[in-house]
């Protein structure tokens, strides 16, 4: 077991690796590059309104067991809001809620599919088709998909162009920030087995009650108490190597740290321009990161004068803006205390990503006018755009092949972060996976899980269905 790990990223994969190695008593030193912990899923203070706001809404499913299971390492499990009700809305009026009926999973969501207005009929039974072709696939024969996009996979199971664009493709662009013809189709067909049909509470969806980074503030606390260090606002500069093994870091300060071991926990674009040339020649794991590009995601921030959304959220079938959630209210003071704070999403945005920001905060106000109509009546006090442009990374046809494992030759270097090998797409909770992996490693934690926690058991109903795959 080692004495000392230096973790490189306070993201959700650095943070996930440093609570489990302080908990179980290692002393780790955590170096993050901004002022907040929480990486891509974090918050800032908006001058203009004097609210905490995320860069981006960022939500889970009652399948991210691990992620779950960090919130309650931290405290913070009853901050989250479990949604059982999802509504979705169309151009035509339709308002459709995905709800579980009294039904043992995989038939729990059915009856709430086959009332979905803006399906025909034809399209409904599609997708009871395509979901029962997707029952009965091996996770053999899935994994195998990663060579085809998902849209492939789709017209192959004689999916109408109608359910691809108006449910398929729906869920699929916020579950992978990536479009179903570019998103590799055995990423989709995990979101639809492990999210939607193997147990009836996963696809269940959690959302923060608070800001992002109200949730992670309480790893640096457990961090320190176990004897560790938490050093925000420090840069690594270069990741120093000899042989095959990591010496040292140096920090952008000049300043050099060493430790038995080190967690990267960084993006893989930053792995890549700090590791040192020998450690870039010397562990292969580091050879793919080339193939890596990334998906962005807006964040669209509007503050209403009065109530517009009269739901939790809205989630768009038919629009550019494809999700809003209701975050709040008004403060009272910069504010008004009956303003509704409402946050828009759009995933995959390379479309408008380069637009100027009132382009799209105007396309927004349009959107929400179109499916709310009462929008027209209130004024829009205060609109921000904020542009993720590395916010995942792109689960593409091929990429698979190129994702690292924790462990290489270079021995006491292990690797965490979404883009890693964690058997997830990017996704908060293969974040987490890694990082618990990671920790595993270093501490050497014996166990044939990895230190993961179990994922949700699939129903008897649905194992017999799966039984039957060819």
């Given at each position: 077991m080692v004495s000392s790990v230096a973790i490189l990223g306070g993201g959700l994969a650095g943070l996930a690796a440093?609570?489990?190695?302080?908990?179980?008593?290692?002393a780790v030193t955590l170096i993050e590059t901004s002022r907040r912990l929480g990486g891509r899923a974090t918050s800032h203070d908006d001058p203009q309104t004097g609210q905490t706001v995320d860069n981006c809404q960022h939500v889970l499913l009652g399948c991210c067991t691990n992620l779950v299971d960090l919130y309650r390492r931290l405290g913070v499990a009853e901050m989250i809001r479990w949604e059982a009700d999802l509504h979705f809305f169309d151009k035509l009026g339709h308002h459709d809620i995905l709800q579980a009926a009294p039904l043992p999973?995989?038939?729990h969501l059915s009856p709430s599919m086959m009332r979905f207005g803006c399906l025909t009929l034809r399209e409904k039974v599609a997708v009871s088709r395509g979901m029962l072709a997707i029952m009965r696939l091996k996770p053999s024969v899935r994994e195998q998909l990663n060579a085809i996009t998902f849209e492939q996979w789709l017209l192959d199971h004689g999916q109408p162009r109608g359910a691809i664009d108006k449910f398929w493709a729906v869920v699929i662009v916020s579950?992978?920030?990536?479009?179903?013809?570019?998103a590799a189709a055995d990423s989709a067909l995990?979101?639809?087995?492990?999210?939607?049909?193997?147990?009836?509470?996963?696809?269940?969806?959690?959302?923060?009650?608070?800001?992002?980074s109200q949730l992670y503030d309480p790893a640096r606390q457990l961090i320190e108490q176990?004897?560790?260090?938490?050093r925000l606002g420090t840069s690594i500069k270069t990741i120093k190597s000899e042989g095959d093994r990591v010496t040292g870091l140096e920090l952008a300060d000049g300043e050099r740290l060493q430790a038995d071991a080190y967690i990267s926990a960084l993006p893989f674009d930053r792995l890549a321009k700090v590791a040192d040339a020998n450690l870039?020649?010397?562990d292969d794991r580091l050879a793919g990161l080339a193939h890596f590009t990334h998906s962005p995601i807006l964040g669209i921030h509007l503050w209403f004068d009065r109530p517009v959304v009269p739901h939790p959220h809205m989630i768009y079938v038919d629009s550019p803006l494809q999700w809003v959630f209701v975050k709040g209210?008004?403060?009272?003071?910069?504010?008004?205390?009956?303003?509704?704070?409402?946050h828009g999403v759009i995933s995959a945005a390379d479309e408008w990503v380069g637009q100027p920001a009132q382009a799209i905060?105007?396309?927004?106000?349009?959107?929400?006018?179109?499916?709310l109509p009462e929008t027209a009546e209130a004024k829009l006090l205060s609109g921000r755009v904020i542009k993720e442009k590395r916010a995942t990374f792109a689960p593409v046809v091929g990429l698979n092949a190129h994702r690292p494992g924790v462990s290489g030759r270079v021995a006491n270097l292990l690797l965490a972060g979404d883009w890693t090998d964690t058997g997830w797409p990017a996704t908060m909770e293969g974040a987490v996976r890694s990082g618990y992996r990671a920790a595993a490693a270093a501490t050497a934690e014996p166990g044939d899980d990895h230190g993961l926690v179990a994922d949700l058991p699939a129903a008897a109903l649905y194992r017999l269905v799966a039984a039957t795959a060819l």
């Amino acid at each position: 077991m080692v004495s000392s790990v230096a973790i490189l990223g306070g993201g959700l994969a650095g943070l996930a690796a440093g609570v489990r190695l302080a908990q179980q008593g290692t002393a780790v030193t955590l170096i993050e590059t901004s002022r907040r912990l929480g990486g891509r899923a974090t918050s800032h203070d908006d001058p203009q309104t004097g609210q905490t706001v995320d860069n981006c809404q960022h939500v889970l499913l009652g399948c991210c067991t691990n992620l779950v299971d960090l919130y309650r390492r931290l405290g913070v499990a009853e901050m989250i809001r479990w949604e059982a009700d999802l509504h979705f809305f169309d151009k035509l009026g339709h308002h459709d809620i995905l709800q579980a009926a009294p039904l043992p999973a995989p038939l729990h969501l059915s009856p709430s599919m086959m009332r979905f207005g803006c399906l025909t009929l034809r399209e409904k039974v599609a997708v009871s088709r395509g979901m029962l072709a997707i029952m009965r696939l091996k996770p053999s024969v899935r994994e195998q998909l990663n060579a085809i996009t998902f849209e492939q996979w789709l017209l192959d199971h004689g999916q109408p162009r109608g359910a691809i664009d108006k449910f398929w493709a729906v869920v699929i662009v916020s579950a992978l920030n990536q479009w179903p013809s570019t998103a590799a189709a055995d990423s989709a067909l995990q979101v639809f087995q492990e999210g939607f049909l193997a147990h009836r509470d996963a696809y269940r969806m959690g959302v923060a009650d608070v800001p992002l980074s109200q949730l992670y503030d309480p790893a640096r606390q457990l961090i320190e108490q176990a004897g560790g260090t938490v050093r925000l606002g420090t840069s690594i500069k270069t990741i120093k190597s000899e042989g095959d093994r990591v010496t040292g870091l140096e920090l952008a300060d000049g300043e050099r740290l060493q430790a038995d071991a080190y967690i990267s926990a960084l993006p893989f674009d930053r792995l890549a321009k700090v590791a040192d040339a020998n450690l870039r020649q010397s562990d292969d794991r580091l050879a793919g990161l080339a193939h890596f590009t990334h998906s962005p995601i807006l964040g669209i921030h509007l503050w209403f004068d009065r109530p517009v959304v009269p739901h939790p959220h809205m989630i768009y079938v038919d629009s550019p803006l494809q999700w809003v959630f209701v975050k709040g209210t008004g403060d009272g003071e910069r504010m008004p205390a009956n303003a509704q704070y409402l946050h828009g999403v759009i995933s995959a945005a390379d479309e408008w990503v380069g637009q100027p920001a009132q382009a799209i905060l105007d396309m927004a106000v349009a959107e929400l006018t179109a499916y709310l109509p009462e929008t027209a009546e209130a004024k829009l006090l205060s609109g921000r755009v904020i542009k993720e442009k590395r916010a995942t990374f792109a689960p593409v046809v091929g990429l698979n092949a190129h994702r690292p494992g924790v462990s290489g030759r270079v021995a006491n270097l292990l690797l965490a972060g979404d883009w890693t090998d964690t058997g997830w797409p990017a996704t908060m909770e293969g974040a987490v996976r890694s990082g618990y992996r990671a920790a595993a490693a270093a501490t050497a934690e014996p166990g044939d899980d990895h230190g993961l926690v179990a994922d949700l058991p699939a129903a008897a109903l649905y194992r017999l269905v799966a039984a039957t795959a060819l």
